[in-house]
């Protein structure tokens, strides 16, 4: 049915067919993006702290020592920006059908830069023993960057249909959206950390904005009649409502780190179980009752996938980075790249025989072989960033500090701003360079007001 006349979106139906029935693209094509964005950022780290402003000058998670001011900072994001996002929005874009030769070109600048230093003047670099938590602050920063840019960018012609979210199963870039949020917030929650878990009733209140960004988002979606794609959660589901659900089953039933991964396991192995034996027919249908779990029944079931998906990646972060520690600089560098980069050619290796013999990816479900496909990727997100120990430079940059000191904060703007495009422009119909400018100003208005936020000490967190 049409939206209203008087619709603030009166192209809803439009918007919702443009991103449904979508089958994806291939494991090769998503391996060959999941290169490109790490080895754009460790490049720009290699470049070196910008004279201008160094990310040092940070004095804490809740200040900044703006000894040179904030034109210097905000030129320095700019920099970075150029450097980091623009390419990214690029390669998603007007460059995506040369993704291959890209994605090729960049590995052996790469592998040339390395070979340079590893036998140049910087033969001796010395181990940073902050390294790993660099590396994994600037995975979580590259999952958020690649998610923002994603939720608008599908509205617009440009966007390639192929990256956009399957309808059934397959491997679309942004199936990996949900997913990787799950495994960022696993490898360093408080469990793989070793840090004792609070009662469930803690949880239920440290889950609570979760869930009141859950019924936000159902309100103000309802409220504007923004489009909504029904088979991506439900009728109500939504994203956060996945991770308020995770958050609570994770503390009321508690198991050590180094055991999380094989409760995980079973719990994995269970549903995929129940999924080949009808459920996933029920699942993928278009039919829905009027029942609330009925009308929201991929929201509702897929949380054993995710929350199997979290307690895996609960015992990963605790196996490669912390140990009996709570600390990631306890680890060694050398020990967690080759374990991550082993781990990573495992996950794909699963992945493909999951995906072969025993059923195909599905994001919809949040099978098996979906979870070992998102554990793939994000491992091999990691394993390349860890490669920047082989190179001379900073660790980090002044856009990566900002977006990881206000990763909540930016995911919501982002939205926000999602929407407002959506409401004011005509995302179907506009011409690819109109949407190019549109994207570009987005993400730069995106990274110049968490910029802004990180300049003046503010901070959303939860």
């Known amino acids: ?117 590893r036998f140049g003047s910087y033969s001796n670099l010395k181990e940073d023993p902050y390294s790993v938590r660099k590396n ?54 408080r469990q793989a950390r070793n840090i004792s878990s609070r009662k469930w009733k803690t949880a239920i209140q440290s889950s609570s904005p979760l869930i009141i960004l859950g019924f936000a988002r159902l309100l103000s979606t309802r409220g504007v009649d923004y489009q909504v794609h029904v088979a991506e959660y439900g009728v109500h589901w939504n994203f956060f409502f996945t991770l308020a659900a995770i958050s609570i089953l994770t503390c009321i039933i508690n198991v050590p780190a180094q055991y999380s991964g094989i409760l995980g396991s079973l719990i994995l192995v269970g549903y995929q179980v129940c999924l080949t034996h009808g459920l996933n027919l029920y699942l993928l249908s278009n ?9 929201n029944k991929e929201g509702f079931f897929s949380i054993f996938g995710y929350w199997g998906l979290y307690l895996v990646g609960v015992q990963l972060g605790n196996f490669l980075f912390f140990n009996n520690h709570s600390s990631a600089t306890m680890r060694s560098t050398n020990w967690a790249k080759i374990r991550v980069w082993m781990l990573s050619l495992l996950f794909w290796l699963l992945t493909v025989i999951i995906d072969r013999h025993v059923e195909r990816v599905s994001r919809r479900t949040c099978n098996l072989g979906y979870v070992t496909l998102v554990l793939a990727v994000n491992l091999q997100v990691l394993a390349i960033l860890l490669l920047s120990d082989f190179l001379p430079g900073s660790k980090t940059s002044v856009l990566e500090e900002a977006y990881d000191r206000n990763l909540l904060g930016t995911f919501l703007l982002a939205n926000l701003l999602t929407g407002l495009v959506n409401l004011f422009v005509d995302t179907l119909f506009a011409s690819s360079v109109k949407a190019l400018f549109i994207l570009i100003a987005y993400a730069f208005s995106l990274s110049f007001l968490i910029g802004l936020l990180d300049f003046c000490g503010i901070r959303l967190k939860f």
């Open 1 to 117: 049915m049409d939206s209203l006349p008087n619709s603030f979106n009166p192209n809803k139906r439009l918007k919702e067919e443009f991103v449904s029935n979508l089958t994806g693209s291939s494991m090769m094509e998503i391996a060959a993006l999941t290169t490109i964005i790490p080895i754009l950022i460790i490049l720009r780290h290699s470049v070196g702290s910008n004279p201008v402003v160094d990310v040092t000058l940070k004095k804490n998670d809740d200040a900044v020592v703006g000894s040179k001011g904030r034109p210097a900072y905000m030129s320095t994001m700019a920099f970075d920006f150029l450097l980091i996002v623009l390419p990214i929005i690029l390669v998603y874009t007007v460059l995506a059908e040369w993704m291959y030769i890209w994605a090729t070109l960049l590995t052996l600048l790469l592998l040339i830069r390395i070979a340079a230093n």
């Open 136 to 189: 994994i602050s600037s995975y979580r920063v590259a999952t958020m960057i690649i998610t923002c840019l994603c939720i608008l960018a599908v509205d617009f012609r440009i966007f390639p249909r192929r990256y956009a979210k399957t309808e059934t199963y397959g491997t679309g870039w942004m199936d990996l959206g949900v997913g990787s949020f799950v495994v960022a917030n696993s490898l360093v929650s």
């Open 287 to 295: 039919e829905r009752g009027t029942d609330i779990i009925s009308q």
